[in-house]
């Protein structure tokens, strides 16, 4: 059916004046005529009957308005589902994230992107840096927020904000009560580190810091699971490290580990967000500018208010 028949069979309703709703149409009221007529045909009742002083809907066509309305609204939302999908407006996104992305990314940036595009819905993974690229290479993501940069040339990324790491030991190791250490200190101190593939671009600003300070680190324990690693550093007297986003989280958590500054040098790590070269989403490009407009791109976070626990970034 036409959906120019129904357009005009609403305006006959509502204007109750054929004159006046071929005016309303940009029609010549022969062709608004016809219209009902073809109208008629299609449904196979008349609709509408129309004297010298009146227009008036028949039964039939009381019956068929309601319809005839709901049809052209269902038309229209379609249309701009369509319109929004292609726009990057609607739609579905797979969200990979870190602890540091959690607590300084991602709450302004979904806030932003639900006030401005509520028909965005963001799928949301929390995974260590170097499951995401996995994720990412093989399609499993759209965007990772990580610690990079990647390094694979089919990835592409861009820096959000800088954040300090620091040394995390427990209540009996001789740091406990120092706020800041220096790092080459460590060359005295044994520590816990994870494997490289979990986190590529931390564990290379460890050792990188380490040999700016002209060290080898005594790595007495490899761990990758946070938990063991808080009860590997406590019953050692170990050091581990972490991002201060993690380190923040220590001073109130109540297990005992704490967080020491290292300095000379510091060792730093950037935040980023990561996604696949191929992928040409407008949805994706939507994020990426969302996390621009909520201004969460910037700054360099702190080790300030302290809130709650875990070890490993």
Same mark, same amino acid.
Request: hydrophobic share 45%.
């Given at each position: 059916?036409?959906?120019?028949?129904l357009?005009?069979?609403?305006?006959?309703?509502?204007e109750?004046?054929?004159?006046r709703?071929?005016a309303?149409l940009?029609?010549a $009221?022969?062709?608004?005529?016809?219209h009902?007529q +073809?109208?008629e $045909?299609?449904v196979?009742?008349k609709?509408?009957d129309?004297s010298s002083?009146?227009?008036?809907l028949?039964?039939?066509?009381?019956?068929f308005?309601?319809?005839a309305?709901a049809?052209?609204s269902?038309?229209s939302?379609?249309?701009?589902?369509?319109?929004?999908?292609?726009?990057?407006h609607?739609?579905?996104?797979?969200?990979?994230f870190?602890f540091?992305?959690?607590h300084?990314i991602?709450?302004?940036?979904?806030q932003?992107?639900?006030h401005?595009?509520?028909?965005?819905r963001v799928?949301?993974e929390?995974?260590?840096?170097?499951?995401?690229?996995t994720?990412?290479?093989?399609?499993r993501?759209?965007?990772?927020?990580?610690?990079g940069?990647?390094t694979?040339?089919?990835l592409?990324?861009?820096?959000l904000?800088?954040?300090?790491?620091?040394?995390?030991?427990?209540? @009996?190791?001789r740091? %406990?009560?120092r706020?800041?250490?220096?790092?080459m200190?460590?060359?005295?101190?044994?520590?816990?580190l994870?494997d490289?593939?979990q986190?590529?671009? @931390?564990?290379?600003?460890? $050792?990188q810091?380490?040999?700016?300070?002209?060290?080898?680190?005594?790595v007495?324990?490899?761990?990758?699971?946070?938990?063991?690693?808080?009860?590997?550093?406590?019953?050692? $007297?170990?050091?581990?490290?972490?991002?201060e986003s993690?380190?923040?989280?220590? %001073?109130?958590s109540?297990?005992?580990?704490?967080?020491v +500054?290292?300095?000379?040098?510091v060792?730093?790590?950037?935040?980023?967000?990561?996604?696949?070269?191929d992928n040409?989403?407008p949805?994706?490009q939507?994020?990426l500018?969302?996390l621009?407009?909520?201004g969460?791109?910037r700054?360099?976070?702190?080790?300030s208010?302290?809130t709650?626990?875990?070890?490993?970034?």
């Amino acid at each position: 059916m036409d959906i120019r028949l129904l357009e005009s069979f609403l305006a006959i309703v509502e204007e109750r004046h054929f004159g006046r709703a071929a005016a309303r149409l940009h029609l010549a $009221q022969p062709t608004l005529s016809q219209h009902l007529q +073809r109208l008629e $045909q299609s449904v196979g009742a008349k609709l509408v009957d129309r004297s010298s002083h009146a227009v008036e809907l028949t039964d039939a066509g009381s019956a068929f308005e309601p319809n005839a309305r709901a049809v052209l609204s269902h038309l229209s939302k379609a249309t701009r589902s369509a319109r929004a999908a292609a726009e990057g407006h609607l739609g579905s996104l797979a969200v990979g994230f870190n602890f540091a992305a959690a607590h300084h990314i991602l709450p302004a940036t979904l806030q932003h992107l639900r006030h401005r595009h509520p028909g965005v819905r963001v799928h949301l993974e929390e995974l260590r840096s170097g499951p995401q690229l996995t994720a990412l290479a093989d399609g499993r993501l759209d965007v990772g927020l990580l610690y990079g940069p990647p390094t694979a040339p089919d990835l592409r990324s861009r820096p959000l904000m800088s954040l300090r790491l620091c040394g995390v030991v427990g209540p @009996m190791h001789r740091w %406990a009560h120092r706020p800041a250490a220096p790092f080459m200190e460590l060359a005295r101190h044994p520590c816990v580190l994870f494997d490289r593939g979990q986190s590529p671009a @931390m564990y290379d600003a460890i $050792q990188q810091a380490a040999a700016q300070a002209g060290i080898e680190l005594d790595v007495a324990e490899l761990a990758d699971d946070p938990a063991a690693t808080g009860v590997l550093v406590r019953a050692h $007297q170990l050091v581990t490290f972490a991002s201060e986003s993690r380190a923040v989280q220590l %001073a109130r958590s109540g297990s005992g580990l704490t967080p020491v +500054r290292l300095h000379g040098p510091v060792p730093m790590l950037d935040l980023h967000a990561a996604w696949h070269a191929d992928n040409g989403s407008p949805l994706l490009q939507l994020f990426l500018d969302t996390l621009e407009a909520s201004g969460t791109s910037r700054g360099t976070a702190t080790l300030s208010k302290p809130t709650a626990a875990s070890v490993q970034a």
